[in-house]
């Protein structure tokens, strides 16, 4: 089905909801294949119908990314365990390590890459050759103290590094990130209002870059080497879990903690649907995901933080966001790819090709609408790049019969990129508007004669 391109760009859509949530059986294994008839999706304990149900299989060229930070110390237990457990997904998975000092500052093991790396990391071994010289240059900090409250900085920092690799990606810290859920409530002391909106800002940052958090309590010793923990209560740690669809442990339990926040990134779902309008009120909202399918559980987000429909209709944000267009990775939520180039007066044109099945389609009074924005980056040969097309909305407006032809056939949308731009390669990112989601395709801008 071949649509056309709007170049206007109409009101804002309808605020939606979208949350990637996990299904694991009885003991904890993935769970594919399941159906949206299969779950029941409930806000503020009322039913709200599942408008999007999108199983993220996982290809082989898409990264699975887990970032893993220890705050204890190294050499200790922790630290000794942390490392035979990474040791077992080294080369399996793309595992970043950082280590928290004495006061609080991130040092890096095995860094994530820079987000203007032109090449993705390359996934493989990397204790060996990383380990030995950060544990001989560990230097044990007691300089200052610690207050307990979590510096946002370095974790929006890593919000935002993530944001680059396609799909879920797990960020498991060990003694940190520790947050209650009562933090993100009104209040009438003024300190506590800045930190619970660092702590949103900080929230949706993951919730964005569809990071799932998972944090690990124990009891910190007086040493910063001494793994001596003891339980800590989860409604005292576990708020940027429930926030995420993540997990929380009292204690310490670093190898199984890994080991499934691992496995959860096999079974991935992406789910949205539309809450009511008068949920926008600024306060929080509970969610319940559950699953009709007996021995299934589901991992999803338990709240989110609703803002005001005023200040959502005046928030900007870029027309593609910024990690679809920079990161050194092809996004892979929405199925992208584009014919082979053709020769036309001043440039070069192609037909751009999206799966329909990735993208929202919200469905009303017998028809399904959608908001896709799409934007061809041009890259010369000396790596630099450029907007070699003005980004452009694709309003789509589909019967049911038009809906089932897009499902067979997909989505294509004709593009035209300037000669004169079309030098060395030319990327195409697709925006789904309503979910978030993007998907994108890189090739060579030769055409066919």
């Known amino acids: 089905m071949i649509l056309a391109v709007c170049t206007a760009f109409p009101q804002t859509p309808a605020k939606f909801i979208t949350m990637d949530v996990v299904a694991v059986g009885t003991h904890g294994q993935p769970v594919p294949g399941l159906q949206a008839s299969e779950i029941q999706l409930l806000d503020n304990k009322k039913v709200q119908p599942v408008l999007y149900w999108h ?10 990314v887990t970032l893993v930070v220890l705050d204890g110390g190294i050499k200790g237990a922790r630290w000794i365990e942390a490392v035979r457990a990474m040791r077992q997904f080294e080369t399996s998975e793309q595992l970043y390590f950082y280590a928290v000092t004495g006061t609080g500052a991130l040092l890096p093991v095995h860094a994530l890459p820079n987000p203007d790396a032109a090449l993705p990391a390359a996934n493989g071994p990397w204790m060996d050759r990383y380990l030995p010289a950060f544990e001989a240059a560990w230097r044990v900090d007691r300089a200052g103290r610690r207050t307990g409250m979590i510096d946002v900085s370095p974790y929006m920092e890593f919000a935002t590094r993530l944001a680059a690799f396609p799909g ?136 989110y933080e609703a803002g005001r429909l005023d200040d959502i209709a005046t928030e900007w944000r870029p027309a593609i966001p910024d990690y679809a267009i920079t990161s ?108 978030g989601d993007c998907g994108s395709v890189t090739f060579l801008p030769r055409a066919e004669q």
């Open 55 to 64: 199983w993220n299989q996982r290809r082989p060229d898409v990264p699975r």
């Open 328 to 435: 050194p990775y092809e996004q892979s939520a929405i199925g992208i790819s584009v014919s082979a180039p053709k020769q036309v007066a001043g440039g070069l044109r192609v037909e751009v090709h999206a799966d329909a099945a990735d993208v929202l389609l919200f469905p009303r009074n017998g028809r399904y609408s959608g908001s896709l924005i799409m934007q061809a980056l041009c890259y010369t040969p000396e790596g630099r790049r450029m907007a070699c097309s003005d980004p452009v909305r694709i309003k789509l407006d589909l019967s049911e019969q038009e809906r089932a032809e897009a499902l067979r056939g997909g989505l294509r949308f004709p593009l035209e990129v300037p000669a004169s731009d079309a030098s060395s390669k030319i990327r195409v990112v697709v925006h789904d508007e309503i979910s």
């Open 168 to 303: 879920r990606k797990n960020l498991i810290c060990f003694g940190c990130l520790f947050a209650r859920s009562a933090q993100w409530d009104q209040n009438a002391d003024a300190a506590e209002v800045v930190r619970a909106t660092e702590l949103r800002h900080l929230a949706d940052a993951f919730r964005l870059a569809r990071v799932a958090v998972y944090v690990a309590g124990g009891a910190r010793a007086n040493s910063l080497v001494d793994d001596n923990t003891g339980p800590v209560p989860l409604d005292e740690i576990g708020a940027l879990a429930e926030a995420t669809g993540g997990r929380a442990y009292g204690t310490g339990e670093i190898a199984e903690v890994i080991t499934q926040a691992i496995a959860d990134g096999r079974s991935n779902y992406r789910i949205a649907y539309l809450p009511p309008a008068e949920n926008w009120d600024g306060k929080r909202h509970k969610i319940s995901v559950v699953s009709t399918r007996k021995g299934v559980r589901l991992l999803a987000p338990a709240w």
